[in-house]
């Protein structure tokens, strides 16, 4: 039997799909970011009416997501057990457009953190193709194009600044050593650490071949990503440079594997969107 299939860097059979501040929520079996990471000065918090996200800045005033982020039921404060804060939306296939209309972004490793400089999303942009139902098909299809470029009034704060994005295709094999990141919870139950604090995990890539838009890593249960980490960064190494090369989109439980969409190859709609982003400001 198939395994369901939901909106988040999480496998999710037998794994929770509840909103983010309860239980099994998290970048699991991995290790905090620390300041002289530069992840911690890239990666940053998307926080949607209380919904944490995980993004990544990819030019002074935009960040990099998943589209499915700004897909909100309920609302609340970040952290509070019972909102609908996960990065992970159960949804079907008549469900609206994202929105980004209420979302900011957080630059700080420790996203609840009331004084992290916040900056307002005055603007996004959403692939055309992308459809918010597509985690609820059976089995899931690929090539979702499940990826936003939010744009925000800077600056950004000092000290941080853009991943690269490659804008060619980056040849990477099954088994290459990635590193990914997010704001998830690092453990499976309440009585682990609380979410919010940006984390890392490195985990081999899987097969390339995958899809023509999106690649997955191979993940376990004590070893993975998971909801609030949605959105979240890839990072491969090659050429001697390190590349953002995905987008945290979804999970499957058996085999236990994650989702990432290709920053690569939708390079052309990332200049495209950037540049909409840009005209008359």
């Avoid at 501040?21 to 970048?27: E, F, L, N, P, Y």
């Avoid at 990544?56 to 609340?76: F, K, N, P």
């Avoid at 609908?84 to 490793?109: H, K, N, Y």
Wanted: net charge negative; hydrophobic share 35%; with cysteine.
């Amino acid at each position: 039997m198939a395994s369901l299939a939901v909106l988040a860097c999480s496998s999710p059979e037998a794994r929770s799909t509840a909103p983010e501040g309860t239980s099994q929520q998290a970048i699991i079996g991995g290790t905090d970011v620390t300041d002289d990471d530069p992840i911690a000065h890239t990666t940053v918090a998307v926080s949607t009416l209380g919904k944490i996200c995980t993004g990544t800045l990819v030019d002074d005033d935009l960040v990099v997501t998943a589209a499915h982020c700004g897909l909100v039921e309920g609302g609340g404060s970040p952290g509070q057990p019972g909102d609908a804060g996960a990065g992970s939306v159960e949804v079907d296939a008549g469900s609206d457009r994202p929105s980004f209309r209420e979302t900011e972004i957080i630059f700080a490793r420790d996203s609840t953190d009331p004084d992290a400089p916040r900056m307002a999303v005055a603007d996004y942009r959403i692939p055309e193709d992308y459809h918010a139902g597509y985690a609820a098909q059976d089995p899931v299809p690929k090539n979702n194009d499940d990826i936003a470029l939010l744009y925000f009034k800077g600056p950004k704060p000092s000290g941080y600044h853009a991943a690269k994005l490659p804008y060619f295709r980056i040849p990477v094999r099954e088994g290459q050593s990635a590193v990914v990141a997010g704001y998830g919870r690092n453990g499976t139950t309440d009585a682990g650490p609380s979410f919010g604090i940006l984390r890392k995990v490195s985990l081999p890539l899987g097969d390339p071949r995958y899809a023509d838009t999106e690649l997955p890593v191979t993940s376990h249960e004590e070893k993975r990503p998971a909801s609030g980490d949605s959105g979240g960064p890839l990072f491969v190494s090659w050429g001697a440079k390190t590349w953002l090369l995905g987008v945290c989109n979804w999970g499957h439980a058996d085999p236990s594997y994650e989702v990432y969409a290709r920053t690569d190859a939708h390079a052309l709609w990332l200049l495209e969107a950037a540049a909409s982003l840009r005209v008359g400001r």
